[in-house]
T-cell receptor
């Protein structure tokens, strides 16, 4: 069973607030990812990390930022939330396999609503 | 560029009926292919994956998928659907390019009639 956690599960905040979405995994995975998913839509990769102190932007432009100071922790921050940031945010992790691409394990997601 | 197409946005089947969800991909070489399921309010759970070898792969919950290179397809099947299978299903492709980035399809929402 995947051990990847996201908090909070639901968040409703006002415009202009700074927020941090937490993501932690206990599997020792090097790779971690953040996806944005709108209802009925595909997942869009917004950030990924191959290990500590490694972060990259994904395919979908996002005003959020991430950090990877510890292997198990990959928080996402929005400095000033806007209604356009309303979405579901999914965190995932995978093993650092050299000769193959590992399965991604997903957290339960954070549903963010910005008023 | 890599892409994934799931032509069916919604599918409704009766409980006990067979199911096939379509997935077509675009990639220059043989990709890594995955099917995930997402229940309401939850993250994604892996059903099955294809890397190489036997083109018919078995997954959890009685699902299977067949890789057909000639059709660039990786369709998901289940011989008898259960009401608990109602969920959103995503096909994903990962190219062997070193980036390890998944490309997801838009998903197919499955409704099961009692």
């Amino acid at each position: 069973e995947a051990d990847i956690y996201q908090t909070p599960r639901y968040l409703v905040i006002g415009t202009g607030k700074k927020i941090t979405l937490e993501c932690s995994q206990t599997m020792g995975h090097d790779k971690m990812y953040w996806y944005q998913q709108d209802p009925g839509m595909e997942l869009h990769l917004i950030h990924y990390s191959y290990g500590v102190n490694s972060t990259e932007k994904g395919d979908l432009s996002s005003e959020s930022t991430v950090s990877r100071i510890r292997t198990e922790h990959f928080p996402l921050t929005l400095e000033s939330a806007r209604p356009s940031h309303t979405s579901q945010y999914l965190c995932a992790s995978s093993e650092n396999q050299v000769l193959s691409i590992g399965e991604q394990f997903f957290g339960p997601g954070t549903r963010l609503t910005v008023l | 560029a890599q892409s994934v197409t799931q032509p069916d946005i919604h599918i409704t089947v009766s409980e006990g009926a067979s199911l096939e969800l379509r997935c077509n991909y675009s990639y220059g070489a043989t990709p890594y292919l995955f099917w995930y399921v997402q229940s309401p309010g939850q993250g994604l759970q892996l059903l099955l994956k294809y890397f190489s070898g036997d083109t018919l792969v078995q997954g959890i919950k009685g699902f299977e998928a067949e890789f057909k290179r000639s059709q660039s397809s990786f369709n998901l099947r289940k011989p008898s659907v259960h009401w608990s299978d109602a969920a959103e299903y995503f096909c994903a492709v990962v190219g062997v390019s070193g980036t390890y980035k998944y490309i997801f399809g838009t998903g197919t929402r499955l409704k099961v009639l009692a």
